[in-house]
Structure formats: C-alpha cells, structure tokens
C-alpha cells in the first residue's frame, strides 16, 4: 500500500498544494513551524479519521476559512482508491472513491498507517489513556468488527454512566441490569481482540527492542494471558460490573471494563513507566510502532505507510541507522529539518516546504 498524491485545500497553514509521493522514502524538509507536521498529520487523518494532535476538526481548517479539504489518491492490493475529507465547523464529510460514507467506522483501514512522533512519548510515560487509544486506533484499521464494538460499547457506557448520576436509587437499581448485559457483550469482543492483537505485538516488538539496543535491553510488552472464550469473558465482565454496582452508585462512573484496562510495558523486567528514562521510553515507543507496522503486514495483507514525524534528531546516530534500514521497502513519510544529516546516503523523495508551500 503507498499514497501516490495528497492534496490539502485550506487545511492548517496550507492554502492549496499538491504532494506527489514515491513508494520508498519520502523526506519533507524545511525549518521548524513550516507544515512538515501538518502534512503528515493529513496522511493520518484520512487513515483513521482522527487527529493526534487536537480534539476538535474545526482546528484543522485554516485561519479566515469555513472549511478544510483533504484528499489522497493511493494504491493498494485491491487497486486505485481515493478517499477525501472536507472539515466544516461542526460537521465533516468524507468520501471513498467519491461515494460518502457516514460512518467512521467505513472510513477508517482503506488506508492504513503507522505514525511516530516525539510526542508518542506518552505512549510509555502517560497513563493508560494513551495505550488504550494505541489499541483502539490500530485494531481498528485492521478490524471493523472491532471499531464498530467500540463504538456501541461507547455509547452504553455513556448511558449507563449517565443513570448512575440520577437521584432514583431505585430506578438506577431496576435499570443497570439492562445496560449491564448489553455493554459486557460489546466488552467481551473488544477484551478478546486486544488480546489477540498483543499476543501478536509483544513477541514482535521484543524483537524490534532487541534490534535496536544491540541486545542491551530487554522489552516485554505484557497482557492478560487467561485463556477465555468470548462467552466466559462476557459472564465474568457481567460478575464484575455486578460487584462493583455500589461502588459505581456511589461514585457516578462505570469503573470496571475495557475503558479502564491498560497494557503492561517492561523494560528489563521494571515498570517502564516509572523507571525508564526518556531514550529509553522513545526506543520502547519506536519498537511498538515498528511492530505495528509487521502486524499490519500480516493482517491487511500489505504493509502499511509509515509516518515518521521529527524522530531522527531525537535518536543517536547509531539508532539512525539502525531505523533506516529496518523500513527499507514500507512507503515512508519522514519529516526532518535537514535531509542530509538523516538519510545517510540513502535514496528518497524530496520535498521542501517553507510557509505551507512546496517549494519547487
């Protein structure tokens, strides 16, 4: 899978300009605050329909203007493929091979990506948040079964949450039953596909670890190792949502379920979380995603386009290296302040940008 052209109309600093990508290495270049970011953040967005870097889309549209354009043309094992986005302030639109869809959920995986940046730094050092929303958004482009049980677990959840903040402790008592049995059957689906999906993450980014400290170190990515159908994973969710049904009255919340669950991230045995420093959270955090990526390969079938945002001046030299030849032959987007003191001799598409424009 590669994204042959990009074209951004009124998004972020860009008025309108067109990429044109190559299969290999793809290098943005330019000084800091020019749209490197912005251009990559768009590859994103029409993968998962989602920015990482801002809650509200009306954020994306550029200043003085009412609406934002996106659009991609890629090729995949399956073809041509052009998906396209238009953000308006309250609503936004978006089109695969020019038929629009209404759902996120049949948007998000006829492109798939892997992105990285500084900030995935959370991923190891922030709280369970952020590895709950790594799972969501890469299960999610590979599964829509999974996307869509997101989805409806969400709004349960919303509603059983709102109930518990009602004064009738008696209709609150007369009613949780209802909700219970719905969200636990959502719950038991997305338990069993995360842990389909870290069983295939942790022994690949162990891997990628290794590969990357020369052995130094060891990473263990952990996950719930009981062996459970989805049937005994649904009743066991209905016990625990009964158990704690006092203690969500009292607090107003729903406190267990997979909205809480987090992912246990070792390096050499310790809680990386509290104990590793911040090389070693970015070299975990670059192992996940470079393990993401082989997951990609084997489920979609393809490898997916790989985002690589400001990374390089954050690692060593040796690492440098190491990273460019681990994603020889996946469709790589990079951005970087100077191109010659990250590539090392290797080949890639060039693209400067100065001011939210191309520089030709």
Known sequence: MFIKKLTLHDFRNYEDETFRFT??????TGKNAQGKTNCAEAVFYLCTGASLRIRHDRQLIR???????????LESRFGSVSLGA????NRRELTVNGNRVFRAVDFIGNMNSVFFSPGELRLIQDGPDERRRFLNLS?????????????????????????????????????????????????????????????????????AHAFLTDGAETLSVGSDDRT??????????????SLARERDIRLGFTSVGPHRDDVRILIDGQDARGFSSQGQARTAALSLKL??????????????????DDVMSELDLPR???LLSR??????????????????????????????????
């Open 23 to 28: 299969e290999g290495l793809n290098v943005l």
């Open 63 to 73: 200043r003085g203007e009412s609406c934002a354009h996106i659009s991609a043309e």
């Open 86 to 89: 238009a953000i308006f302030e």
């Open 139 to 207: 299960i999610s482009q590979t599964s829509r079964e999974y996307g869509t049980a997101l989805l409806r677990y969400q709004k349960i959840l919303d509603q059983r949450n709102n109930l518990l903040k009602e004064h009738d402790e008696r209709l609150i008592l007369d009613t949780l039953p209802v909700w219970d049995e719905q969200l636990a059957g959502y719950a038991a689906r997305i338990v069993r596909r995360r842990r389909e999906f870290l069983s295939l993450l942790s022994p690949l980014a162990a891997e």
């Open 228 to 241: 459970e159908t989805a049937e005994e994973i649904e009743k066991r969710i209905l016990h625990e949502l």
């Open 291 to 308: 393990a993401e990526t082989e997951i990609f390969r084997t489920l979609a079938g393809e490898p997916p386009i790989l985002i690589l």
């Open 320 to 322: 440098r290296k190491k």
């Open 327 to 360: 994603i020889d032959g996946l469709q790589c987007i990079l951005t970087c302040t100077h191109a010659e003191r990250v590539l090392y001799g290797a080949e890639a598409n060039k693209i400067a940008i100065r001011g939210g424009k191309i520089i030709r």
